[in-house]
């Protein structure tokens, strides 16, 4: 399927029909009643999500297609448990219209998810109510309508809400991953920017292979991609516009230009360059593109990222000898050392609740993706490996991916692959996300809203 034609939640529910019943449940009551995040993480939420009634057989094929989607969803979240079909009694019209909820406490269901869809000329209405199966209470009501189309991204709406009416916080379907597509032998790779929806459908290549691509980064209202470019042989950052199609080079700075990332208020990028022997950080502004330098003196200074609150920057540098994880105020100055553990550390980035750091530690030869707070206390490894680099929050904060890369007798990697994986920032849920390639250098982006 191509690709959405919009990328904003608003264009999507310009032609929502709004809430279908007004009746919920706070979350704090569901919670009470059942289950809280930190339980579902050793005890999923077992949930129903039956297909969606449909009065025409296209209807029905979107309502079967949607809650296929829902189902999977919830299930790589790790947090929910879908209830096997099989044990399904009612029909997908007869639950829309009205749940015999002791049928569906035989399944062992604690919520259930019930609605229809309804094709409507080149539009697909799609109603749904999420249930508290014990207590026989509805949750959440709400319909959507939509170019039939995007039918996938109603789906990830419509996970996001469960998400969010379940647990208590944000969900992070509705979004996308940037990265790098890798192909050929490791010492000739070609290195595509991609794009694909969270759960790897959509795939599509943005560059042609032509030249190389790293480190992609998503602008906040996710319809720019900032990223290094090697076109004409030349490593600067590009910019690459995802609704023209247009990519631009980012200035004209003397040396490479790497490691870019947009501020939070999507005004300005910042990035390192090197010049001599030395890398350090600078900020250009988009407006003007005048640029400013934050860092200076020996050493090389790179993967620079803001705090969500664009107050503090994040970075990693050898200038005290060796490879370690830097905070300094916006403007530049107040640098402090937060990582002291063993080895060498790279690749920080903020987590979008501004709680937690991510980064990469190399030791020892071997690799591992952690966290730590802002101040460098309470780091936590979550995964080790051969090699895996390049962490990126989800926009809530609870899930990060990185890639990983694995010796292999796939003669398509030259001896080895690399893959994208995702785990829960507690540690649990650690699972690869496929592909079409090989891939590296991932960026989740913003709530497509």
């Not at 209470?137 to 039939?148: L, R, W």
């Not at 003397?254 to 950080?281: E, H, K, Q, Y």
């Not at 000898?321 to 063993?342: A, K, N």
């Not at 080895?416 to 891939?439: C, H, W």
Request: charged share 20%; with cysteine; net charge positive.
């Amino acid at each position: 399927m191509n690709p959405l034609p919009f990328g904003r939640r608003a264009a999507l529910l310009g032609l929502a029909a709004g809430a279908t019943a007004p009746a919920s449940v706070p979350v704090s009551a569901w919670a009470q009643a059942s289950i809280d995040i930190t339980r579902a993480r050793t005890d999923p939420i077992p949930i129903a999500v039956p297909d969606l009634a449909g009065a025409s057989a296209e209807g029905q094929r979107f309502g079967r297609d949607i809650a296929r989607v829902i189902q999977n969803n919830l299930r790589s979240s790790g947090l929910f448990r879908p209830v096997e079909r099989p044990g399904f009694t009612q029909t997908p019209e007869t639950s829309a219209a009205a749940p015999r909820f002791q049928d569906w406490r035989v399944t062992g269901s604690q919520a259930l998810v019930t609605g229809r869809a309804e094709p409507q000329g080149g539009n697909l209405r799609v109603e749904f109510r999420l249930w508290d199966v014990l207590p026989e209470q509805q949750i959440q009501g709400t319909a959507f309508t939509a170019p039939a189309a995007n039918w996938r991204r109603i789906a990830h709406l419509i996970s996001d809400v469960i998400y969010e009416r379940l647990l208590g916080e944000k969900g992070y379907f509705d979004t996308r991953i940037a990265y790098i597509a890798e192909t050929g032998p490791r010492d000739r790779r070609t290195r595509r920017l991609a794009i694909m929806d969270q759960d790897s459908e959509n795939n599509r290549f943005l560059t042609d292979g032509s030249f190389q691509a790293l480190t992609p980064r998503w602008h906040p209202n996710a319809q720019q991609i900032a990223f290094m470019s090697y076109n004409n042989n030349q490593p600067r950052v590009f910019l690459f516009n995802l609704e023209t199609g247009r990519q631009e080079a980012l200035g004209t700075f003397g040396g490479m230009t790497l490691s870019p990332r947009f501020s939070p208020d999507g005004r300005s990028v910042i990035l390192s360059a090197a010049r001599g022997g030395d890398a350090n950080i600078y900020v250009v502004d988009l407006g003007s593109r005048r640029e400013r330098q934050l860092t200076s003196g020996g050493g090389l200074d790179v993967s620079p990222c803001y705090s969500p609150d664009g107050t503090q920057i994040v970075f990693n540098s050898d200038r005290g000898g060796d490879q370690q994880l830097y905070v300094m105020d916006s403007g530049g100055g107040g640098i402090r050392r937060i990582s002291f553990g063993r080895g060498r550390y790279a690749t920080p980035v903020w987590s979008p609740r501004g709680d937690l750091i991510a980064f990469t530690r190399i030791a020892g030869g071997q690799f591992a993706i952690g966290v730590m707070r802002p101040d460098g206390g309470g780091e936590r490894i979550l995964s080790e490996g051969w090699q895996m680099e390049a962490p990126t929050f989800a926009p809530n904060g609870r899930v990060l991916m990185f890639y990983n890369e694995t010796r292999s007798r796939d003669a398509r990697g030259g001896g080895y692959s690399a893959r994208l994986k995702m785990i829960d920032i507690a540690g649990f849920n650690e699972r690869q996300v496929m592909t079409p390639t090989d891939a590296t250098d991932p960026a989740w982006s913003p709530l497509l809203s």
